[in-house]
């Protein structure tokens, strides 16, 4: 989660930027660099891998090995397909799902924070 409004201050004790509420994006990176970002377009003709009926996955009870390729990481960031909101909490599901927890934005002030 990133905030791109939140305006923090370092003026002492100038609270100011207290009163505004924030909101975030998503975003999650592409660890390895040989690994296509799951978001990529696909084009119109390429094939979609449909299982066999009656073919199991087969699932491992070991972890996978994570690999990293730290060169080039900030170019694999990639925004999620998601509006800005107040996320407060993230949890991982099946693979490829993600469950978001989003609250409504508040403020401090007694005018309505915006929508």
Do not use: C, W
């Amino acid at each position: 989660m990133a905030s791109t409004n939140t305006g923090l201050t370092a003026n002492g004790l100038d609270m100011t930027s207290d009163q505004h509420p924030t909101s975030s994006y998503l975003y999650m990176v592409v660890l390895r660099n040989d690994t296509v970002s799951p978001l990529k377009p696909r084009v119109a003709n390429e094939p979609v891998p449909v299982p066999k009926a009656g073919e199991k996955a087969h699932v491992s009870t070991e972890p996978a090995a994570v690999r990293i390729d730290f060169g080039g990481l900030s170019q694999r960031i990639v925004a999620l397909p998601v509006p800005s909101a107040n996320y407060v909490q993230l949890a991982a599901g099946k693979a490829g799902e993600v469950y978001l927890v989003r609250a409504p934005l508040t403020s401090v002030t007694p005018h309505a924070p915006p929508m």
